[in-house]
């Protein structure tokens, strides 16, 4: 009877156990999940560029399994990485997300993914590697440095020995820049690091690169502000000077300590240099004439 109840009772409380069947493999790209659960990119993916035929990849993804970890690449997209774990806390994160071509010597060398989750200081970043295969998939994933990522991606669609070359996916306006830029640095007009600026004026242009006129911009507006501040900062200080000069005052009359305000005279004086941008481009300088307080 003894043994009858104990089978009982552990079949009771066995059919109420949650068997896990599967390992955790939600993702980004996991259309099963509610959306507070799926990984938050920090940036929105760039457009699609580069070659016409590898566009078509554009809203597909590939999986490759290492080890425990199962990697998804979405070109154009991103890429995360999911532990295949029974773990409560297993691993899913992004490693990177589309955002411009690695370019050398006119050929598209590499599909660079930054942005990624926090790793440390920096974010996680990865570099796609092209190479011609009869398929497409995922072949390797490695990480040569700490956050930073290589992934080999295998494809039919770069095997002909111009798949990957820059000029030709230009448009007839951009390559006529190239061309002027080429016969300037032909003729010793520019030097080789004005050319290089030419190519990337232009493969901003194209949408290949990430611009950076944003940041050189923003560096401008930080180093405005920095002006502003230090202004700022002066005002402050100099009214500081000016009601610690009037407490002095008050604490003298308070005690009926005589002084002669117009030979004993106290003095603060105040020179601030602003730099203005003149139209020609020459900086000119404004000098506020000095201010004098007298107790």
């Not at 080999?152 to 061309?179: I, M």
């Not at 080429?182 to 194209?206: C, K, M, P, S, W």
């Not at 501040?229 to 100099?238: A, G, M, R, V």
Request: aromatic share 8%.
């Amino acid at each position: 009877m003894l043994t009858c109840f104990l089978l009982a009772v552990n079949h009771g409380f066995a059919s109420k156990m949650k068997i896990v069947e599967e390992p955790n493999t939600f993702g980004l790209n996991n259309p099963f999940l509610a959306q507070g659960s799926r990984l938050q990119p920090k940036v929105i993916p760039s457009p699609v560029s580069g070659p016409a035929h590898l566009q078509r990849l554009a809203g597909k993804c590939f999986s490759f399994i290492e080890s425990t970890y199962k990697y998804e690449f979405c070109p154009f997209h991103n890429i995360t990485q999911h532990e295949q774990s029974y773990r409560w806390n297993a691993y899913s994160g992004i490693l990177g997300i589309w955002q411009e071509w690695e370019i050398v010597n006119n050929t598209f060398t590499g599909m660079w993914m930054r942005d990624g989750d926090t790793c440390g200081t920096r974010n996680r970043e990865t570099k796609v590697i092209l190479v011609c295969s009869t398929s497409s998939k995922l072949a390797q994933v490695s990480e040569p440095s700490t956050c930073v990522y290589s992934l080999t991606f295998e494809t039919p669609l770069v095997c002909h020995p111009h798949s990957l070359l820059v000029y030709p996916t230009l448009s007839e306006k951009l390559q006529r820049e190239w061309d002027e830029a080429e016969q300037a640095h032909y003729e010793d007009l520019v030097t080789e690091q004005g050319y290089n600026n030419l190519l990337r004026d232009i493969f901003e242009d194209a949408g290949l690169l990430k611009s950076q006129k944003v940041r050189i911009k923003a560096a401008e507006v930080a180093v405005d502000s920095e002006t502003h501040n230090s202004l700022q900062k002066c005002t402050e200080d100099f009214q500081k000077q000016r009601e610690e000069i009037e407490r002095l005052r008050t604490l003298l009359t308070q005690h009926n300590i005589p002084f002669d305000s117009k030979h004993s005279k106290l003095i603060l004086t105040v020179s601030v240099t602003v730099t203005d941008q003149q139209p020609r481009g020459d900086n000119g300088l404004i000098e506020h004439l000095p201010e004098q307080v007298t107790v």
